[in-house]
């Protein structure tokens, strides 16, 4: 919507490539769509506090900081670890190697949605406020529409058992 005032939706597109690795030291917040990174993805710290209220270049668009990689491919790792903010999502994308989503503490109850990737390596998730394998389909937290992923090594940690789709629903046996 940013990229073009007189429309209701965005109308550019591209399709950018990082020919290395793509490497973050606590940003403010990471936004990444539709790019494929030859490398790794690493994201390590920052973020903007344990809080939802707009921050730096984000207030400029009203939203909080956060971090998101969707719709990408990586050739490499993605990993992501101590970030602090509001909410994260790591969401439809195509991951060589292992995916690690690691200490991180986000303010968003819905965060940190990890939904409908291909990872060929393992997937690890430890010590993070939260992770959902399913996206809420309205304002609410609930309920919520199951996005598994794909794993083609081991699942690890908090990302070993599918989360709530309702709120009396326990996480569950069953793909993450």
Not at 15 to 30: A, E, I
Not at 86 to 108: K, P, S
Not at 129 to 142: G, R, T, Y
């Amino acid at each position: 919507m940013f990229d073009d005032p007189n429309q209701n939706a965005p109308t550019l597109s591209s399709h950018d490539r990082v020919f290395g690795d793509l490497t973050s030291h606590k940003p403010l917040g990471v936004v990444v769509h539709n790019v494929s990174v030859a490398g790794d993805v690493r994201q390590r710290g920052g973020g903007g506090g344990f809080t939802c209220d707009p921050s730096g270049i984000f207030a400029q668009f009203q939203s909080p900081a956060y971090s998101t990689y969707e719709d990408s491919t990586v050739r490499g790792d993605i990993r992501v670890s101590g970030v602090t903010s509001c909410w994260m999502g790591l969401i439809r994308l195509h991951v060589g190697e292992d995916m690690t989503v690691r200490n991180n503490q986000l303010a968003d109850p819905d965060a940190i949605e990890i939904l409908s990737n291909h990872i060929a390596g393992d997937l690890a998730c430890r010590g993070n406020s939260m992770v959902w394998d399913s996206a809420d389909q309205a304002e609410n937290l609930f309920p919520r529409q199951p996005e598994p992923n794909t794993v083609g090594g081991e699942r690890h940690g908090q990302c070993v058992l599918d989360s709530p789709t309702s709120p009396q629903d326990p996480p569950g046996p069953g793909p993450f």
